[in-house]
Structures are given as structure tokens and as C-alpha cells.
């Protein structure tokens, strides 16, 4: 009687086993590749810094690339991709918290966009 | 309807709790989340007392002009300790003790996920507390505020170690509340009863859950904010001193962004206490549940978008300004959703007025007072006449005492029989209700028209003839009322223990899942997990309706089936809070003990982390009466893994916070070296690879273990702490490198941000580097194993978190110049 599931679809939605798999994950192959593209991308990344004429869009463009390179180590090698989705809630929604705060902080401090008052949050 | 209740009494009164060990002993090693509950609610009693006490002496100076009873000095010191130790050591433990002793019995669930961490967790707190008002004893107490102003904090004006009391006791403290967070967190989400779905938690659950996720999430701002200052204190770097660059509005943003959610972490488990004891005395189901659910949800999101509307009057600009107080102005809509819905909780509802509901009537009108007074804050204009007055002391304790502390003592009241078996009497209860109320009232209403007509925050003395000499005599008069109805309290606590009334399994005819159980609960909570069918399951087994009773079988509840394993006590969590307090304290005192200290706390966490760790791998799996593996819950997660998941979710903010600070300080250092004369890119690219590349071997690592290959894991592991091992030799060598090209710590602002944000980096580095050489050597003496992947899953998992933080360093410092 105690661990039986109840008949509430809800509940068994939670525990049904596309949630939370045992071995959730690609193989060593994949995280091969994954790895080769982080190399790569890193390369990338390091020559655009060092070509004058991408001064311009040097910050959106390492900025994707680097976007990038988070999202294949959290997709892959931390399995989010595979595994149960309160990970990827509980993971996500504070990273999402973080990157408001910190372009928060750079408006108050007047590195973006305008407050309203020259030199804003200046100490 | 008698019946159903009358039947619970009778199953519970036949059910024998399994013997509990005493002694002293006993409760220095419990790891039973109700005897955690009670030494929180204990040890937050006596600080509150303490506290309770600071703001007496206040009162007492400001009751006639020119007062002469503290001095201006003593008079900071008291305003100080007071608001910290009234946040810090009493409300937010009060409300732990109402998580640990109620939140298994309320899911329907054994323990906690942690149960250790769980005991951690409270020394740490007592531990904290005791260092904290140890000040007093060294004469050296905080003295800057409960909120700690920088540059009022900062070296130049704050010269002798009352701040570092402060700054140091928080860190502290923060530590406790983190991880009793986490721990609280993965309990709700993962060790519901069957049945227990989300929509059928009792909402003092919800709120506990909001509530754990704001501390989670608000904490490891201040946590960098106080690193910030304890590295301008100890070590002279200009974080917040304008002088070297930095600025004093940094502390003020990262203290509110923390300091906001605070508030909300002192009110939502009041306001989830209120929602459980005003239906068991009105004898209605909570109104409006899925709105109070949605509320509460929204309260905690919004209240991480309002915290500049404490500082209007710092000239951040007329844009920011507006959509501050427009948030500001949109946290109220949750906020009143809620107060409806209790107003129409108790109306038509068949009322006791005992003391219980006494307390939290009148929790709903002070509250709403104070969040009136709130709206008017939320008006830039309006609290640019309002900030730094006694209006906004009225404000704040109308919502924290007659909001958070009045919610308190109606769970004190509704719950003491579950605990001690024992009913606190009522008309003593009523006395303190009556004492308490009005000298509340008396106190902090006046504080209104003091702020109106111009009365300062924080000032130990006033002129006479300012008219404000009667109102300060009356808001005196009140605390010693309060004081009084303490006395009343505690009077009626002493006598109740020993000859109060009995109070059988379910006095009140409760709603939750605790209410079927033996007054006090036996340590195993419940003999047979309940399979939970419907909302307010307890109830409507005990009043069913048509559509059928709450729970599967109450009988089982309560009736033994057998042996019920439970967790084992344990001197680590204890010894290990110990430890740290040395190093805490060898902050103060010498070199020396900071380092013994720290080696004590390696030691402690070592043997803390592996004590569980069995002498020989456990190949054939665990099982107790309830689950196979009791590392996994119901939802088929496990434990374990969460509670990693939801670190990493916390240590976002942490690294998000260091990271922020660094970019918006780019471009404010004063001197050189600049970051373009010193970064060698070229190096820390080498770096970089070395760890993309023990990411590849970590997760190589996992997925052996996975596949049962031990030796292959081990193989991994070891390549993985060796590449830590040299990414951690490019830092050394990079930082020894910048110091000979004569940019040390404090050079500059570039060189503070920067070395405090690698530097840290580079400490999870190395811990990570020890943990995966910890489990090497436990998979190769054989004291793990193959069925041990969940250990390994979880350093990987850290592993490349610190890899991602990496990712971003290296874009934003070394390529984005």
C-alpha cells in the first residue's frame, strides 16, 4: 500500500519512466565530437581576437560563440538533454536570474542604455 | 463528521512510538528532522529574547529627550545588533524550526533528503549566533547598521573589528542558510508521499518552497558582497572606496538585491502558517488555494525585481526610478490576492477564536497596515520624504512583527501540542494575544506620526520641543508592554510543559498529514508512507465527501509493520561546524589559527563526506521498508543528484555576482597595469583547452561507471584531476607572473576583481580536484563501486559547471578587453 502510485495521472506523469531515466546520456562518440567542437570553437573564438577588421563585432560574436560552448557542455556533457527536465528548470531559471541581474547592474551603472542621469550609479 | 475525527484519535492513541535515545549526547548527534526543529525554535527563542531586549534599551533612551542612559556609540551598537540578530538568529530560524519539525510530516515523508546536513545546518546557525554576540562580550559589537553601509563599513571609518564581527558572522550564518535551503528543496520536490502532487501541498508547504528557492537564490549576492568587503577590510582592496575607484553603490545594489527577497523569506513562511491555522479554526478549506499557490509563486519572482526602491534617494535617474517603483507597485497584486483570500478563508466559517486564529487575525490587519504603508514607500516622490524616518521603521516592524512574528506565535500555539503532546493554556495564551497586540500597537504606530513630523532614523537622542517628546514616551511604553507579554509567554510555555492539558493526536481537527500522528510523532514519522488521493487528504478522510476519502488507508499510518531503518546519528555535522568557527574566529585573532582552523575543516569535511562511505562497496543495493534505494524519492530522481543540480543553480547567482562586478568595474581603475598590458591570451587559450578537454574525461568518467567499467572510470577520474591539477598551475603561474609585472591585490581595481573572481574559480578548481581524487581512491581500495555512479555523476556534474564558469571568464576578461 505505501509507495503504490495513486491513479492521479499528474502523479504518474512524474514518475513514468521518460522522467529521470537511468542512464540518460550520449556515448563516448558523441561527447568526442562535442569536445572536438569546443576545440574548434575555442580557436575560433581566439583568432577572431586577434583580426583587427572584427573589432567591430568582436563582443557579439565571441558572445554567441562562447553561448555556444556553454550550451553543449550543459546539453551534453551535464545531460540535460537526456535527462529529466527539473534539472534543466532548476538549472536554467537561477542562469536566467543571474544574466538579469548582471544586465541590471551594468544599466544601473550606466555601461548600457540610459537611467536618466549622466554618469548613473557613479560612486 | 465526529466519527472520522474521533477514529484518528483512537488509530494514533494505539500506535506506540519506537523509543527515542536521551541524554545530551543524544541531541549534540541527532539528525531527526523534529529534534533539529527544536533546537532551531529553542535557540531562535533565546536570540529573539536577546534581541528583544537590545530594542527595550533602545526605547528606554529615546522615551524623554536628551537621554542619558547610552551613549551614541553604545546606541549604534544596540540598532545594530538588534535588526541583525532579529533577521539573522531569531525569525529566520524560527521559521527553519517550522520547516525541519513540519515539512516531512506535512509531505508525508520519513525525514529530510539530508538528514546530516540537515544537523550541520543548525550548528553552523548556533555557532554563527554565539560568534555574533560574542562581540558584546569583547566589547567590540557591529555598530554600522544591520545592512552595513560601505564606506561606513570600510576600513577608513569602521577601524576597530565590530564590523569584521559582522561581515564575518554573516558569511557564516549564510552558510547555514544555503544549505538548509537545498536541503529543503530536494526534500519538497523529491520526497513526496505518493500521491502528493504539487496542487495538493499543503500551502505552509508552498510557501516553505518559495521561500527555500529565494534563499538559494538571494544569499550568494550578499555572500559576494561581503567577500568584497571583507577583502577591502583584511586585505585594502577599494571595492567600495571611491578613492581606489570603486563605489559605495555596489554594496547598496548587491546588499538590496539580497535584501529584498529577504523580506519576503521572513514573511512567506508567516504567511503559510496563517493559511494553515485560519481554516482549521474557521472549519473551511483554505479560499482560493490555486490562487494563493500562483501568489505565492509570483511574490517570489517579482521580489527580485523591486530591490533599488531602497535606494530612491541615491540619485540612480528618472527611468530607473520609475520602473522600480513600478515594480514595486505590481508586488502588491499577489500580495492582496492573498489577504482576500484569508478574509474569505474566515468568513461564514465556524470560528474558535482561541488563540491560535487570535494570532493570525490579527496577523492579516497588521500586515495589511503595514503594507499600506509599504505602497507609499513605492512612490519615489512620497519616500524621498519618507526614507531614513521613523516612518519606515514603522513600516518594517508592522510588517515583520505584526506580520511575521505574530504568524509565528500562532504556529507556536496551533503546533506546541503536536510536539509536546501538551496544549498551551488558552487564557494565558489570550493574555499574551491581548498584551502583545496592544503593546505592538502602541509601540509602532506612533513611529508614523514621528517619521510625518520629521524624527530620524538612528539617532541616540533628540532636542526637546521638537514635538516629538510624547509620541517617543508612548512607542516606550508599549515595548514594556510587549516585554510583559513576553513574560506572559513564556510563563505559560514553562507551566504548559509540565501540567498542561494533554493534547491526544489532532486537538484542533487539523487539516495536514501530521495531525494523524501520536502527540509527539514517533522518530519515524509515519509506519506506512500515506498514499495521498486528494487535497486536504487528512480532512476528508476524517469528513468525507462524495467523492471519497483523502488518504488510501489512515489506519496504516500509524500501526508498525515491521522494522523502519532510519538514519544513523552522527558527531560530524557538529565537529565540523566547530572547525569552522576556528577559522571564522582566527579571522580576528592570528595567521595561525586561521591556518589550523582551515586544516581542521578540511579534516571534518573529509570525514564528514565520506563517513557513510561503507568499507567495502555495496554491491547488492539497500532496501528499507519503504524504497529500494533511499537515496531515491518517489518521483524516481535521486537525492543526491538534485541536490547537486540545485548548488549549481545557487552558484549561478554566485559567479553571476562576481563576474557583473568585474565588467562593470572594467574601466574605473585609477593606475595600470591595465588588463590589455598584462593578459596573456595565448596562455590562459592553453588553459582553456586543458579544461574543455578534462570535461571530455569527466564525462568519459561517467559514462564507464555507467557501463560498470570500474577500472576505466578510474582511469578517467585520475586524467581528469591530473588536467585540474595543470589548468591549476597556469593560474599559479599566471597570478605569480602579474605580481612580478607589479600588479598585486590591491594595485587596482582590475587586479581586485580580477584576482577575487579567478581566485575563486580557481578554489572550486581545487576542490573539484580533491573530490575526484577522494573518489579515485575510494573506487581503487574497493570502498566504492560500480552501483556507485550517482557519486561520480554528481562530481561530474560539478566539474562542468566550473568548466561553463570558465567558458564565460575567459570570453568576458581575457578576449572581451
Keep these: 500500500m505505501s509507495g503504490q502510485p495513486s491513479n492521479d495521472r499528474s502523479y504518474r506523469a512524474e514518475t513514468s519512466p521518460a522522467h529521470g531515466a537511468a542512464h540518460p546520456g550520449a556515448g563516448p562518440r558523441t561527447y568526442l565530437v562535442v569536445a572536438a567542437f569546443l576545440l574548434a570553437i575555442t580557436v575560433m573564438e581566439v583568432w577572431i581576437f586577434y583580426v583587427p577588421a572584427l573589432a567591430r563585432v568582436l563582443v557579439p560574436i565571441l558572445l554567441i560563440l562562447s553561448t555556444l560552448k556553454f550550451t553543449l557542455v550543459a546539453m551534453f556533457y551535464m545531460h540535460l538533454k537526456f535527462d529529466h527536465t527539473w534539472f534543466s528548470y532548476v538549472f536554467v531559471g537561477p542562469l536566467i536570474l543571474a544574466i538579469g541581474l548582471a544586465v541590471a547592474l551594468l544599466w544601473l551603472f550606466g555601461l548600457i542604455g540610459t537611467t536618466g542621469v549622466p554618469h548613473a550609479g557613479a560612486g | 463528521m465526529a466519527d472520522g475525527h474521533a477514529a484518528s484519535i483512537a488509530l494514533a492513541a494505539h500506535a506506540a512510538p519506537a523509543a527515542e535515545a536521551r541524554g545530551l549526547v543524544s541531541w549534540l548527534t541527532t539528525v531527526d ?73 506535512m509531505i508525508g515523508a520519513r525525514d529530510v533528503a539530508f538528514p546530516r546536513l540537515n544537523a550541520f545546518s543548525y550548528w553552523v546557525f548556533l555557532l554563527g549566533g554565539l560568534f555574533l554576540n560574542a562581540s558584546w562580550l569583547v566589547g567590540t559589537p557591529p555598530d554600522a547598521g544591520w545592512f552595513g553601509y560601505a564606506p561606513l563599513t570600510s576600513k577608513p571609518f569602521s577601524v576597530g573589528p565590530h564590523s569584521d564581527f559582522w561581515l564575518l558572522g554573516l558569511l557564516f550564518l549564510g552558510t547555514s542558510s544555503i544549505l538548509g535551503s537545498l536541503n529543503f528543496l530536494v526534500t519538497i520536490l523529491n520526497l513526496r508521499a505518493p500521491g502528493m502532487t504539487f496542487l495538493r501541498l499543503p500551502l505552509f508547504v508552498w510557501t516553505t518552497l518559495v521561500t527555500n528557492v529565494l534563499i538559494l537564490l538571494a544569499f550568494p549576492p550578499i555572500t559576494v558582497a561581503l567577500i568584497f568587503l571583507m577583502f577591502d577590510r583584511f586585505f585594502g582592496t577599494p571595492f567600495y572606496l571611491p578613492a581606489g575607484g570603486g563605489s559605495p553603490l555596489l554594496w547598496q545594489h548587491l546588499f538590496w538585491i539580497f535584501g529584498h527577497p529577504e523580506v519576503y523569506i521572513l514573511i512567506l513562511p508567516a504567511m503559510g502558517i496563517v493559511s494553515e491555522v485560519l481554516p482549521a479554526f474557521a472549519r473551511k478549506p483554505l479560499f482560493g488555494y490555486p490562487s494563493m499557490v500562483y501568489a505565492t509563486a509570483l511574490i517570489g519572482f ?41 478574509l474569505s478563508t474566515i468568513w461564514g466559517g465556524s470560528l474558535r477564536f482561541r488563540t491560535p486564529f487570535c494570532f493570525a487575525v490579527a496577523f492579516v490587519a497588521m500586515f495589511t497596515i503595514g503594507g499600506l504603508s509599504g505602497i507609499m514607500h513605492a512612490s519615489p516622490p512620497v519616500d524621498l520624504q519618507q526614507t531614513d524616518s521613523y516612518f519606515v521603521v514603522a513600516h518594517f516592524h508592522y510588517v515583520l512583527f505584526g506580520g511575521t512574528i505574530l504568524a509565528l506565535f500562532a504556529g507556536i500555539y496551533y503546533w506546541f501540542p503536536k510536539v509536546t503532546g501538551r496544549l498551551l493554556d488558552d487564557r494565558l495564551g489570550l493574555l499574551h494575544f491581548w498584551l502583545m497586540l ?129 538514519p544513523a546519528p552522527s558527531s560530524w555535522p557538529l565537529l565540523t561546524a566547530l572547525a569552522m568557527i576556528v577559522l571564522i574566529a582566527g579571522a580576528l585573532l592570528h595567521l595561525g589559527v586561521v591556518i589550523v582552523g582551515g586544516l581542521l575543516t578540511a579534516l571534518a569535511l573529509l ?48 559567479f553571476g555576482t562576481l563576474i557583473s562586478t568585474y565588467v562593470v568595474y572594467r574601466g574605473r581603475s585609477l593606475q595600470g597595469p591595465y588588463p590589455h598590458d598584462i593578459l596573456n591570451v595565448p596562455l590562459i587559450t592553453v588553459s582553456t583547452f586543458v579544461l574543455l578537454m578534462s570535461s571530455l574525461t569527466m564525462v568519459l568518467g561517467v559514462a564507464a561507471i555507467q557501463a560498470r567499467d570500474v577500472r576505466a572510470a578510474r582511469r578517467w577520474l585520475l586524467a581528469t584531476a591530473a588536467l585540474g591539477g595543470v589548468f591549476l598551475a597556469g593560474q599559479v603561474y599566471e ?53 556507485d555512479e550517482a557519486l561520480v555523476d554528481m562530481a561530474g556534474l560539478y566539474w562542468h559547471f566550473v568548466d561553463v564558469v570558465w567558458i564565460a571568464i575567459f570570453t568576458l576578461v581575457y578576449l572581451i578587453q
Excluded at chain 2, 555495496?618 to 538534485?642: C, F, I, Q, S, Y
Aim: proline share 6%.
Design chain 2, 33 to 105: 528532522h523534529k529534534r533539529i526543529g527544536l533546537l532551531y525554535g529553542t535557540s531562535a527563542l533565546a536570540f529573539f529574547l536577546i534581541a528583544g531586549f537590545e530594542a527595550l534599551l533602545i526605547r528606554l533612551q529615546l522615551a524623554r529627550p536628551g537621554g542619558q542612559l547610552l551613549g551614541a556609540q553604545r546606541y549604534n551598537e544596540l540598532f545594530t545588533m538588534h535588526g541583525t540578530s532579529m533577521v539573522f538568529l531569531a525569525l529566520m530560524p524560527l521559521s527553519a524550526a517550522f520547516f525541519n519539525y513540519l515539512i516531512p510530516l
Design chain 2, 302 to 342: 517579482l521580489g527580485f525585481g523591486v530591490w533599488a526602491h531602497h535606494m530612491f534617494a541615491v540619485g540612480m535617474g528618472p527611468i530607473a526610478d520609475s520602473a522600480f517603483a513600478l515594480t514595486s507597485m505590481l508586488i502588491a497584486i499577489p500580495t492582496g490576492i492573498k489577504i482576500f483570500n484569508w
Design chain 2, 438 to 566: 496592544i503593546g505592538f500597537n502602541l509601540t509602532f504606530f506612533p513611529m508614523h506620526f514621528l517619521g510625518l513630523m520629521g524624527m530620524p532614523r538612528r539617532i541616540y537622542t533628540y532636542a526637546p520641543g521638537l514635538g516629538w517628546d510624547f509620541w517617543n514616551l508612548v512607542c516606550t511604553v508599549g515595548a514594556v508592554v510587549q516585554g510583559f507579554s513576553l513574560l506572559v509567554f513564556l510563563a505559560n510555555v514553562a507551566r504548559s510543559l509540565r501540567r498542561g492539558t494533554p493534547a491526544g493526536t489532532d486537538p484542533w481537527d487539523g487539516r495536514t498529514l501530521e495531525w494523524a500522528l501520536p502527540s509527539p510523532p514517533p522518530a519515524y514519522n509515519f509506519a506506512v508512507l500515506p498514499t495521498v488521493l486528494r487535497r486536504d487528504a487528512l480532512w476528508l478522510t476524517k469528513h468525507p465527501d462524495a467523492r471519497g476519502p483523502g488518504l488510501a488507508d489512515l489506519r496504516a499510518l500509524v500501526t508498525p509493520a515491521g522494522p523502519i531503518h532510519m
Design chain 2, 607 to 654: 570525514a564528514f563526506a565520506t563517513e557513510l562511505v561503507p568499507a567495502r562497496a555495496n554491491h547488492g543495493g539497500h532496501a528499507d521498508g519503504d524504497h529500494e534505494d533511499p537515496h531515491v524519492g518517489a518521483t524516481g530522481l535521486d537525492h543526491r543528484k538534485l541536490g547537486i543540480w540545485v548548488f549549481i543553480g545557487s552558484e549561478c547567482l554566485f
Design chain 2, 735 to 787: 597570478f605569480n607572473h602579474f605580481v612580478h609585472e607589479g600588479l598585486g591585490l590591491t594595485t587596482n581595481l582590475f587586479a581586485a576583481t580580477f584576482y577575487v573572481m579567478v581566485g575563486f574559480h580557481g578554489a572550486h578548481v581545487t576542490v573539484g580536484v580533491i573530490w575526484l581524487s577522494a573518489l579515485w581512491y575510494l573506487l581503487t581500495r574497493g570502498r566504492l563501486g560500480a552501483r
